[in-house]
């Protein structure tokens, strides 16, 4: 047995333990740094996952978007589904803005919330919705059961609570710059708040619903403007039609007024007899009685100037006469039309003739729901072609009754009255066609085509000529990077500025495509050197885009403008269906100016060869290269324009 006293003992214990400490460590430090790989992992794993599953929800959204233009239901719904699920939430509620606060109008798995659904209300403060309706700022609430609005037993947050069992809650304002749409809510049912990438989350979902809100809100009105603009073709084909019926276009007309105008009934009003009378009206389907009854009633009614009727007082100041509520006017004195069709809001328009009224319009609503500026304006439309259509119906009796008076000296009279009717008609039908040719056709086409009294410009024919292909560089993603009114405004001052050149040198405007623009020049005009004419126009348009675009770069945006230029024979004529024309240039020529412009970079005005041959001892030009374009067999050299020479 060796000896090893205690102290000997210790230090070699000591020793060995070092030493394994040193062979153990490095061991262990590839086990943790493994860990900690796997862990990154995880997390880089779980983003990508998260990311992806965003990307898919917001694809999704945008396909409902484009899917459903005019109908925001399934866009919001689609989007209230997509946020409560990837925020983990149980909840999802859409409200708009109006003039009582706020009103529901999408909900995701909230029934308790839809016993709400129409009815406006102030979302109270201390509440993520209120916080957000205050601030027009995304707000959180850890606990609702912990606010004050609670505790206060609000009926709706008493309501969202106890019968929905909402705790933890977020709301993001739909905002438009400044101004609020309305308000997003997402909401769990435990006590546990949203994080801040949570938040922005659902402020992404929020852009998005007001960009479908704005894209609705813009069809719409197209839709109204087309409508109107159909109700107004109506009444004229009836009056061009019907000139010695005058009754059937007043029937007509006040059918036209109550639809477009939003109102319930519509009647005109007409001098005879000493007075006012009622002349024509008409009634929706579902105030049929009432339409009736207040019928009857009118026919009973003569009115004279006074501020006791809308007619009346239509006739004493002249003017459109809107009146909110008849039973709260103290000067309104025909209590037969409240007790029987229980009419609150009336608008009453003058029908005049060199200032004079031979009439008035008048439209009815059975509530308090005044009619907007855009009604009104609409209604005077109508007050006008009523008077177009009353004073024609005059002058057409007049004239039968002179006809009748002259009939028993001469036949030959007769005729030529008749002729002169005939003329009337044809005048008529002229003007018809002048309005159609001018709403569907490029100006000089138009005006060719009525001077000249025949539509044969625009038959199929070859002609040579120089097309001129122009847009701007960057728009596309400028436009989807920026709110629906930046992009209009952009696209306003650049038509504004090209649009007098373009006038300025004779080109016939082709077509318009967003910020593409085609010019023809030569056709059906013809042009001297229309070659030329193109380059010189081309070079005054880079001038005037390139004062544009410092001014768009000063603001942030990054555009460029490019031009492509070429010669050749095309086929020109009108092309598309009835009731919808255009007049196009057809041909290699165009497909070349069109790939010059995509050519072209920003700053250049790229030509083909036959254009540099017409130019050429006019212009100065360097050289660009051989280009393979779409569509043409052979590389075509391009040259670009960069002055005209000077005259020596």
């Not at 707000?139 to 037993?153: F, G, S, V």
């Not at 109550?258 to 105030?287: F, K, Q």
């Not at 779409?630 to 040259?639: D, S, T």
């Amino acid at each position: 047995m060796r000896w090893r006293d205690q102290s000997g003992g210790k230090a070699a214990k000591t020793q060995r333990r070092k030493a394994l400490k040193r062979r153990v460590t490095p061991k262990a430090a590839r086990h943790a740094a493994a860990a900690g790989k796997e862990t990154n992992v995880a997390r880089i794993t779980r983003e990508r996952d998260e990311a992806l599953e965003q990307l898919a929800a917001t694809s999704e959204v945008l396909k409902v978007i484009s899917g459903s233009p005019v109908d925001l239901e399934p866009v919001f719904s689609a989007m209230l589904a997509n946020a409560v699920r990837i925020c983990e939430a149980k909840f999802g509620t859409l409200y708009l803005r109006d003039e009582g606060g706020v009103t529901l109008v999408a909900s995701h798995n909230a029934a308790f919330a839809e016993t709400r659904r129409g009815k406006s209300f102030n979302p109270p403060p201390g509440t993520a919705l209120g916080e957000a309706y205050r601030t027009k700022q995304p707000a959180r609430i850890a606990d609702l059961a912990a606010t004050r609005p609670y505790k206060e037993r609000h009926p709706a947050i008493v309501q969202a609570v106890e019968v929905g069992g909402v705790r933890s809650g977020i709301s993001v304002p739909l905002l438009k710059g400044e101004e609020l749409l309305g308000l997003i809510g997402i909401f769990r049912q435990e006590v546990r708040p949203f994080t801040g990438k949570q938040v922005e989350l659902v402020k992404n979902f929020a852009a998005q619903a007001v960009i479908a809100i704005e894209n609705t809100r813009l069809l719409n009105e197209l839709r109204e403007s087309l409508q109107q603009q159909t109700a107004t073709a109506d009444v004229l084909k009836v009056i061009s039609r019907s000139t010695f019926d005058l009754q059937a276009v007043l029937d007509t007309l006040v059918e036209s007024a109550a639809r477009l105008c939003g109102a319930e009934m519509a009647n005109i009003w007409r001098p005879r007899d000493g007075g006012y009378r009622h002349t024509a009206s008409y009634g929706v389907t579902a105030r049929y009685k009432e339409y009736l009854e207040n019928k009857e009633f009118l026919n009973t009614v003569v009115i004279e100037p006074s501020r006791g009727t809308t007619v009346g007082r239509v006739l004493l100041e002249r003017r459109t006469v809107h009146i909110h509520d008849i039973q709260a006017d103290p000067d309104y004195k025909l209590s037969g039309l409240v007790a029987l069709g229980g009419t609150r809001t009336m608008l009453g328009v003058p029908i005049l003739r060199q200032g004079e009224p031979i009439g008035v319009l008048v439209l009815v609503q059975s509530e308090v729901r005044p009619f907007t500026d855009k009604q009104i304006e609409l209604a005077t439309t109508f007050a006008d072609q009523a008077a177009i259509a009353i004073e024609n119906a005059r002058l057409l009796k007049e004239l039968r009754e002179r006809t009748d008076q002259v009939e028993a000296q001469s036949q030959e009279v007769a005729k030529l009255n008749q002729q002169l009717e005939q003329r009337v008609a044809d005048q008529v039908s002229e003007i018809e066609r002048m309005s159609r040719l001018r709403r569907f056709l490029p100006p000089q086409v138009a005006d060719l085509i009525v001077a000249s009294g025949t539509e044969k410009q625009l038959e199929s024919h070859r002609r040579e000529i120089t097309a001129l292909f122009c847009d701007l560089r960057g728009f596309t993603g400028f436009s989807e990077s920026s709110d629906p009114e930046d992009v209009m405004a952009l696209l306003r001052e650049y038509h504004a500025a090209i649009g007098g050149i373009i006038n300025k040198y004779g080109g016939t405007l082709e077509r318009y495509a967003g910020d593409g623009v085609m010019v023809v020049f030569n056709d059906p005009i013809p042009v001297d050197d229309p070659a030329l004419q193109a380059v010189r126009m081309a070079i005054e348009m880079r001038a005037a885009i390139g004062d544009l675009i410092e001014k768009w770069r000063k603001l942030g945006h990054d555009i460029g403008f490019g031009i492509g230029i070429a010669h050749g024979f095309a086929t020109l004529g009108t092309i598309g269906f009835e009731g919808r024309f255009d007049y196009a240039a057809i041909g290699t020529v165009s497909n070349v100016a069109s790939r010059l412009c995509d050519e072209a970079k920003a700053g250049q005005i790229l030509i083909s060869p036959r254009v540099l041959m017409a130019v050429e001892k006019d212009v100065t030009v360097e050289t660009v290269g051989d280009f393979a374009l779409k569509g043409i067999r052979r590389p075509l050299a391009a040259h670009n324009v960069i002055a005209i020479k000077a005259v020596s």
